[in-house]
């Protein structure tokens, strides 16, 4: 798996590289100011007689455009560094750096182009000359906040140049933390970052902000990056297919999983339909969908491989409290249930899946109106029977769960995710752009695949069931929420690549199931990432 960090934890990491190791810095921001210049030798060419504007900061991040810049020198670029700030005020390996320019440029003929520039106000930015690239080294993964004064004119300036835009490490004025920009940012390109990805580049706005990412190896040893203590990982097809189980030649309808799934209600039978044929898709054996009586002929004729059972209903046409002796006796056959998809809000409906995860105690995937159910009665979810539980929310879901706003979850998605799993005692899967699963020990697995037009009804209640499926399988649960997570986003792409971003149905993510599970099996997964 791909590990991901904070500011904070790629700072322990590069400290313990020098402090314990005795690596030298300068020598970190040597190979990390040449793999920058590698990175744009992979993706544009050569840089022979290419123009460079390098705007540097005047922290180690500036440090390691002074090095590229050095290098851009050797490979026959036009070098214009421009410094925003005072060389007066740098220091350490920057300040190093700096001075190694500042006696290449003395002793460099006229012919060769290399030059320094002070900028202290916004007067000189525009008077600056037009560069086939324009690297950004002014700040660092540190930087948090507001971008004020001239660096903000200048990163103005930047995003309006139409050159083509390298950052080192992170856009400048997004956050590394939470890929928030809270006034602007650096629009990249590509994003050379060094050592591992930091978590800001893939969550909220720091994705737009990135264009491709390239993670630069400046030498910090593999068993520091890969440590124990990191909790935050990226899921790749090859995590997939390494976890999914195998079907032995002796399986049969009842040993490779039963699903019962709760769902569906008067309006509401497309969810129980494509959760159920979802967790079918995903390689069941055998699903048993209990739905409300009133709406059983509907599914019955649409659902062919799908056991539907007519259960008591209120004059709603919704699941009643009657519902539960019913229910029960398929627990005993299921090894996983799946409830919620299209249950409704009605009271009593809430009332009996209230009583279902307070009585249960098999294995219990909870979704959408499961989930609408139990804000008032959130020690019914605490006190959950089963030990092995799966919540699927969005993001008002979860803030109607825990009372945190909807905004503040987005801003804090990791985190809250982790410290929601981890006091519920769950696997929690945060639906969202990108979709996180939590683990009960505090891992965080961030997806990687997935698209803008999956943002459409239904496409949850496919995702239920494809992890339901998974789980049913065999697999634990955390492994079948992620997996499912990545499989789904990965069926989504496919759909996107036959019928357009934007006409994407849910119908269409579940078509593409089976050719996404097929892919990643067959190693002939394609991704972006991977």
């Given at each position: 798996?791909?590990?991901?960090?904070?500011?904070?934890e790629?700072?322990?990491?590069?400290r313990f590289?020098v402090?314990k190791?005795?690596i030298?810095?300068?020598?970190?921001m040597?190979?990390?100011?040449?793999?920058?210049v590698?990175m744009?030798q992979?993706h544009?060419g050569?840089l022979a007689?290419?123009?460079t504007l390098?705007?540097?900061?005047?922290?180690?991040n500036?440090g390691d455009?002074?090095?590229a810049?050095r290098?851009?020198?050797?490979?026959?670029?036009?070098?214009?560094?421009?410094?925003?700030?005072k060389s007066?005020?740098?220091?350490?390996d920057?300040k190093t750096?700096f001075?190694i320019l500042?006696?290449?440029m003395?002793?460099?003929s006229?012919?060769?182009?290399?030059?320094?520039?002070?900028?202290?106000?916004?007067?000189k930015?525009?008077m600056?000359?037009k560069?086939?690239?324009?690297?950004?080294?002014?700040?660092?993964?540190g930087?948090i906040?507001e971008?004020?004064g001239?660096?903000k004119?200048?990163i103005?300036?930047?995003n309006?140049s139409?050159s083509?835009?390298?950052?080192i490490?992170i856009?400048s004025?997004?956050n590394?933390d939470?890929?928030?920009?809270a006034n602007?940012g650096?629009?990249?390109?590509?994003?050379a970052?060094?050592a591992?990805?930091?978590?800001?580049l893939i969550?909220?706005?720091g994705?737009?902000?990135?264009?491709i990412?390239?993670?630069?190896?400046?030498g910090?040893p593999?068993?520091?990056?890969?440590?124990?203590?990191h909790s935050?990982?990226v899921?790749?097809?090859?995590?997939?297919r390494v976890?999914?189980?195998h079907?032995p030649l002796s399986?049969?309808?009842h040993?490779?999983?039963?699903?019962?799934v709760i769902?569906?209600?008067?309006g509401f039978?497309g969810?129980?339909?494509?959760t159920?044929t979802s967790a079918?898709k995903a390689?069941?054996?055998a699903?048993?969908l209990?739905?409300?009586?009133s709406?059983y002929?509907i599914?019955a004729?649409?659902?062919?491989e799908?056991?539907?059972?007519p259960?008591?209903?209120?004059?709603?046409?919704t699941?009643s409290?009657?519902?539960?002796?019913a229910?029960e006796k398929h627990l005993?056959w299921?090894d996983?249930?799946?409830i919620g998809?299209?249950l409704?809000?009605?009271?009593?409906?809430?009332q009996l899946?209230q009583k279902?995860v307070?009585?249960?105690d098999?294995?219990?995937?909870?979704?959408?109106?499961?989930l609408?159910?139990?804000?008032e009665?959130?020690s019914?979810?605490k006190?959950h029977?089963?030990?092995?539980i799966i919540?699927?929310?969005h993001t008002?879901e979860?803030?109607?769960?825990?009372?945190v706003?909807?905004?503040?979850i987005?801003r804090?998605r990791?985190?809250?995710?982790r410290?929601?799993?981890?006091?519920f005692?769950?696997t929690l899967?945060?639906?969202?752009?990108?979709t996180v699963?939590?683990?009960?020990?505090?891992?965080?697995?961030?997806n990687s695949?997935?698209?803008?037009g999956?943002?459409?009804?239904g496409?949850?209640?496919?995702?239920a069931g494809?992890?339901?499926g998974l789980w049913?399988q065999?697999?634990?649960?955390?492994e079948?929420?992620?997996a499912g997570?990545?499989?789904?986003?990965?069926?989504?792409?496919?759909?996107k690549?036959?019928y357009?971003?934007r006409s994407?149905l849910?119908?269409d993510i579940?078509q593409f199931?089976?050719k996404?599970l097929?892919?990643?099996e067959?190693a002939?997964?394609?991704?972006s990432?991977?």
């Amino acid at each position: 798996m791909e590990t991901v960090v904070t500011s904070t934890e790629m700072q322990a990491c590069d400290r313990f590289a020098v402090e314990k190791l005795k690596i030298p810095s300068i020598i970190l921001m040597e190979n990390a100011g040449r793999g920058v210049v590698e990175m744009m030798q992979k993706h544009y060419g050569s840089l022979a007689g290419k123009s460079t504007l390098l705007f540097c900061g005047k922290g180690n991040n500036g440090g390691d455009g002074f090095v590229a810049a050095r290098h851009l020198h050797n490979f026959g670029a036009n070098v214009n560094v421009v410094l925003v700030g005072k060389s007066a005020d740098l220091k350490g390996d920057a300040k190093t750096n700096f001075q190694i320019l500042k006696n290449i440029m003395m002793n460099a003929s006229k012919a060769e182009m290399l030059k320094i520039i002070e900028v202290q106000s916004a007067k000189k930015i525009i008077m600056l000359p037009k560069s086939d690239f324009i690297v950004d080294a002014l700040f660092g993964t540190g930087f948090i906040g507001e971008v004020r004064g001239v660096f903000k004119d200048v990163i103005k300036w930047i995003n309006d140049s139409q050159s083509v835009k390298i950052s080192i490490d992170i856009p400048s004025g997004v956050n590394a933390d939470d890929g928030t920009a809270a006034n602007i940012g650096v629009i990249a390109h590509l994003t050379a970052t060094m050592a591992l990805r930091k978590i800001g580049l893939i969550l909220n706005t720091g994705r737009s902000y990135t264009g491709i990412t390239e993670v630069i190896d400046i030498g910090v040893p593999k068993t520091i990056l890969n440590n124990d203590k990191h909790s935050t990982f990226v899921i790749h097809y090859k995590d997939v297919r390494v976890a999914l189980p195998h079907r032995p030649l002796s399986a049969h309808k009842h040993s490779v999983g039963k699903i019962l799934v709760i769902a569906g209600s008067k309006g509401f039978t497309g969810a129980a339909s494509m959760t159920s044929t979802s967790a079918m898709k995903a390689g069941m054996g055998a699903v048993i969908l209990g739905t409300p009586a009133s709406v059983y002929p509907i599914l019955a004729r649409k659902l062919t491989e799908v056991m539907v059972e007519p259960l008591p209903e209120t004059i709603d046409a919704t699941l009643s409290l009657s519902a539960f002796g019913a229910i029960e006796k398929h627990l005993a056959w299921a090894d996983v249930v799946v409830i919620g998809p299209g249950l409704s809000q009605n009271s009593e409906t809430q009332q009996l899946i209230q009583k279902i995860v307070t009585e249960c105690d098999k294995p219990m995937l909870i979704d959408a109106d499961g989930l609408n159910a139990l804000p008032e009665k959130i020690s019914v979810l605490k006190k959950h029977k089963s030990n092995e539980i799966i919540i699927t929310p969005h993001t008002g879901e979860l803030s109607r769960l825990i009372g945190v706003s909807s905004a503040e979850i987005e801003r804090n998605r990791i985190t809250i995710a982790r410290n929601v799993a981890k006091e519920f005692k769950l696997t929690l899967v945060l639906k969202g752009a990108p979709t996180v699963t939590a683990a009960e020990d505090g891992k965080v697995y961030i997806n990687s695949t997935g698209n803008p037009g999956m943002a459409t009804a239904g496409a949850g209640d496919v995702l239920a069931g494809l992890i339901g499926g998974l789980w049913a399988q065999g697999m634990n649960r955390t492994e079948a929420a992620f997996a499912g997570v990545f499989i789904h986003g990965y069926a989504g792409d496919l759909a996107k690549k036959q019928y357009g971003e934007r006409s994407i149905l849910a119908t269409d993510i579940q078509q593409f199931l089976p050719k996404a599970l097929f892919n990643i099996e067959q190693a002939e997964f394609i991704g972006s990432n991977d």
